[in-house]
């Protein structure tokens, strides 16, 4: 029997190690979301994409999980985003897998501070992402 891809492997370790439901569903509009009704946290990722994109939407929405719920410095919705695309980068790229371009922060602010912090915060996400898995 074939080994399961390194993307399917990352997809399965997250899903878990995850603190919280992955639910694949066909039910939802969107690729993915995260959801934090009435205090309950959980992960939607569509059922129908393929391996490739279910990796790179839990990757995010699980970012927007940890960062929110762990390391959250009242930083903007867009800030959010960038520290969710850029911790899914990060961890692939750590795993070796090519799933992003170049993530380059320079381009996200003028603001050398605001620059350095989100930096920071993508990789304390990363890590901590990480380290559940491993």
């Not at 939607?44 to 990796?55: D, F, G």
Request: hydrophobic residues 35%; charged residues 30%.
């Amino acid at each position: 029997m074939p080994r399961p891809s390194p993307i399917k492997q990352l997809y399965e370790r997250l899903k878990q190690s995850s603190e919280i439901p992955i639910i694949e569903s066909a039910d939802i509009a969107s690729k993915g979301l995260y959801r934090t009704d009435d205090g309950i946290k959980e992960i939607y990722i569509k059922q129908s994409l393929n391996h490739r994109e279910k990796l790179k939407v839990l990757l995010h929405e699980y970012s927007h999980h940890i960062h929110l719920t762990h390391h959250y410095n009242k930083e903007s919705r867009a800030q959010c985003e960038v520290i969710a695309n850029g911790s899914a980068f990060f961890i692939c790229r750590e795993f070796g897998l090519k799933l992003y371009k170049e993530v380059d922060l320079s381009k996200f602010s003028d603001d050398a501070d605001v620059v350095q912090r989100v930096g920071a915060t993508i990789e304390t996400v990363a890590k901590h992402i990480i380290n559940g898995v491993n």
